[in-house]
């Protein structure tokens, strides 16, 4: 699968994490199983985890709450507000620890390292790719996360766009 980035916009700086996928959908249903709850709880999380809650007011200054849930029952909450939104292309937010109320958290209270910033941000982009959707996630603001602490965040999201990707593949997306 090759990977190309086309958007000055995702370039990695220094510290960033950048993943690129390439998904065998249409840059439409791409968007719907990103932005709509009841599909986000079907793929949100690691390997393993499910996703309980999910709530979502997608508009420039709306927060989102999302809940995982470890195989081991544990539940680990994330808030953030949206900075931009251009339908079908690209979302940039904020992306932090939360408590089930919402509001934010030092990563601490999740039992995860001091390292973790309090606020990361997020950018996404959906961009056509001969019949398919070239999807690239940029995590950027932490530029202090140990290496392990890195690595846990990108095995994280790879698990998680694994189980996107397989949440694209199901017809009830078309039913929502």
Known sequence: ????????????????????????????????????????????????????????????????????????????????VFEEIIPLERIVCTDSFANEEGEVVP?????LSLDFPLEMKLTVTFEEYGGKTQFTLKVSKIDNL????????????????DKFDETLQKSIISLI
Not at 14 to 28: L, M, P, Q, T, Y
Not at 107 to 111: D, E
Not at 146 to 161: A, F, M, Y
């Open 1 to 80: 699968m090759e990977n190309n980035l086309t958007s000055s916009d995702v370039e990695p700086a220094r510290g960033d994490i950048v993943i690129c996928r390439v998904f065998d959908a249409s840059r439409e249903r791409v968007w719907k199983v990103w932005t709509v709850p009841e599909l986000i709880r079907l793929w949100w999380g690691p390997k393993g985890f499910t996703s309980p809650f999910c709530k979502i007011d997608l508009q420039v200054s709306g927060k989102y709450l999302y809940c995982m849930r470890s195989p081991e029952g544990k539940d680990y909450w994330t808030t953030g």
């Open 107 to 111: 990563a601490t209270y999740c039992g």
């Open 146 to 161: 140990k290496e392990e602490d890195r690595e846990d965040v990108e095995q994280g999201w790879n698990e998680s766009l």
